[in-house]
């Protein structure tokens, strides 16, 4: 294998790097490399095991991870062979420059058995898949993947995501639906300032300014100073810039700020609408409303300012939870209440929304192993509800239990597991969330509610506010496949763009240019950045999205 794969792109739109069709040579090579795999199978029957009567070994490759302390001694690759009788034999990528590792061995030839949360992008798959490095699972799936059709059946849209236009799936994914990230874009306020002021939770944006007017103007932290910070955010995620809840008052939009509409991909910062949410931003900026630092300050100085030793200065800020600007021990966690999606002017009232919780690559065969059905069959175990627990969470009994009768889950429903140690630590226990695993939202929210440790029950309480208002996933653009030079292409287009989309925000909500004056310009630039042609990409891609349903 002599081709390097050099580009390395990153799309905001997707949630993993998708590609285009095999030729079909490619195809009939690869099928038929599959077909003499399958009948030389040493592997006992679909759901038995062990995996194998004899002792097998599988090098893998997988990223390393800082709070695992070694892989080959980990409690849970001992279960893993144990109930499999495969051995791993590990190479460990660093955790920094993995992606290095991983082209440099698929150029060289110098690769393993199996690539383990190596994130392999499906450009990359692609392309090594019609080379026939990587082999295609299709037919393993359909004779050996008991808990692939499991997880077809309870997320039916993983399917159509992890396969490539040419019909192959080369890898295993990781699922991990999160309720309260999926309607992630977020507005907290503080209650105790908006109770002494006697002031509701805003639902409509006239309110919001009303509100952080009130915020700046009234001393709510009654330290006899202006001291109050009526509205912040920060440069960096997640969801914690302006740009994202504010605008959804004027204009429906998706996690990207895309949409579609009459079958066409559209952005939404071209649009009339968001030159009004400017307005209303840069009017809100002009009266000390929002704090200037939301445009030059990250994530750290935005919990500095949440944290505050000496008295609550800040009044309301965008992010996707209350860890991101203050500690879930603090006092003043619960003290912030989740604002509504806000009705515009126009009566426009949304929540982006994120339907999708699919990680591709996750667990791909190379053309190295010699039992790919028994590497197959221990990646389709790790779907298994019990794998999923001890790969994330660890083992039963110890890091965590079955919660006693009548103990509610988050979603109040009988709890089926609960933890009883922290994640987070250094620990050679569990893989921490790295490779395959299927997380749904029945089994997240199935966890036991602590009242203790309230985060998840608090944002789960809290997003169903959003709920009624989130967008309809036919108006989102779902993750696409790009081919290679589509890959490349796009890469260079998203980046000018994005920079140039988010200088002429904060530009524009603080002042230094005025959005009347400047709008037509802005557009202007954006075309001749050729936003036609990144659009013209994501239409082509969103066509074959459509045609495969």
């Known amino acids: 294998m002599k081709k390097a794969l050099t580009v390395a792109v990153a799309l905001t739109t997707s949630l993993a ?75 460990v990528a660093p955790e920094k420059t993995f992606a290095e590792k991983l082209n440099v061995s698929l150029a060289s030839g110098d ?31 359909d004779k050996y993947g008991v808990e692939m059709k499991k997880m077809y059946a309870q997320v039916p849209y993983v399917k159509d995501l992890i396969t490539l236009p040419d019909g192959k799936i080369y890898s295993v994914p990781q699922v991990n639906e999160c309720y309260h990230c999926s309607l992630g874009q977020k507005m907290w ?29 009234k001393d709510p932290n009654g330290n006899g100073k202006a001291d109050e910070i009526p509205l912040v955010g920060a440069t960096n995620g997640p969801s914690s810039t302006l740009d994202l809840f504010l605008t959804s008052a004027f204009i429906e939009k998706d996690f990207n700020l895309k949409f579609v509409k009459d079958g066409k991909v559209q952005v939404a910062y071209n649009q009339p609408e968001w030159k009004n949410a400017l307005k209303y931003l840069h009017n809100m900026f002009a009266e000390g409303l929002i704090s200037p630092q939301t445009f030059t300050q990250d994530r750290n ?29 603090n006092e003043r966690f619960k003290d912030f209440v989740a604002v509504p999606p806000l009705k515009g002017p126009t009566g426009i009232r949304s929540t982006a929304y994120n339907p999708y919780a699919v990680s591709s690559g996750q667990y791909v065969i190379t053309n190295k192993t010699k039992n790919p059905a028994a590497a197959f069959r221990l990646a389709d175990l790790l779907l298994s509800e019990e794998a999923t627990l001890r790969s994330t969470q660890g083992r039963p009994g110890q890091e965590w239990v079955r919660p006693e009768q009548g103990e509610l889950g988050v979603n109040g429903k009988q709890a089926t597991w609960k933890p009883i140690a922290t994640f987070g ?35 789960y309480n809290e997003t169903k ?17 790009f081919t290679n030079e589509q890959a490349e292409e796009l890469s260079s287009l998203e980046k000018t763009i994005t920079d140039y ?44 999205f459509k045609s495969k349903k």
């Open 111 to 141: 690769y393993p058995d199996v690539l383990l949360n190596m994130n392999v992008s499906q450009v990359q798959q692609s392309i090594y898949g019609k080379d026939g490095v990587f082999l295609p699972l299709n037919t393993y799936i």
């Open 17 to 91: 790097l998708l590609s285009a069709c095999s030729e079909s040579g490619s195809q009939d090579s690869t099928s038929a490399q599959a077909t003499q795999a399958i009948s030389d199978d040493q592997v006992t029957p679909a759901g038995e095991f062990p995996i194998t009567k004899e002792k097998t070994t599988l090098k893998v490759m997988v990223k390393g991870s800082s709070i695992v302390e070694n892989f080959a001694t980990n409690e849970f690759t001992k279960w893993l062979e144990e109930k499999t009788n495969i051995h791993i034999d590990w190479e």
């Open 301 to 329: 100085q935005l919990k500095q300012m949440g944290m505050n030793p000496e008295i609550p200065i800040v009044g309301a800020v965008a992010s996707q939870n209350q860890t991101v600007f203050v500690d879930a021990d």
């Open 465 to 481: 506010k959003y709920e009624p208002y989130k967008t309809d996933p036919s108006k989102i653009v779902p993750p696409l496949f």
């Open 501 to 544: 989309r988010s200088e002429f925000f904060a530009k524009t909500v603080t002042g230094s240019l005025d959005v009347d004056k400047e709008w037509n310009n802005y557009l202007s630039t954006l075309d001749k950045m050729n936003i036609k042609r990144y659009l013209e990409i994501y239409q082509q891609a969103y066509d074959q």
């Open 189 to 217: 306020i503080y209650k105790p300032w908006l109770d002494k002021l006697g002031l509701k939770v805003p639902e409509t944006t006239d309110e919001f300014y009303q509100v952080l007017k009130a915020f700046k103007e």
């Open 425 to 459: 630590k250094l620990q050679n226990i569990h893989w921490a969330q790295a490779g395959p695993s299927l997380r749904t939202n029945d089994l997240r929210l199935s966890v036991a509610a602590d009242p203790k440790n309230s985060l998840e029950l608090v944002l």
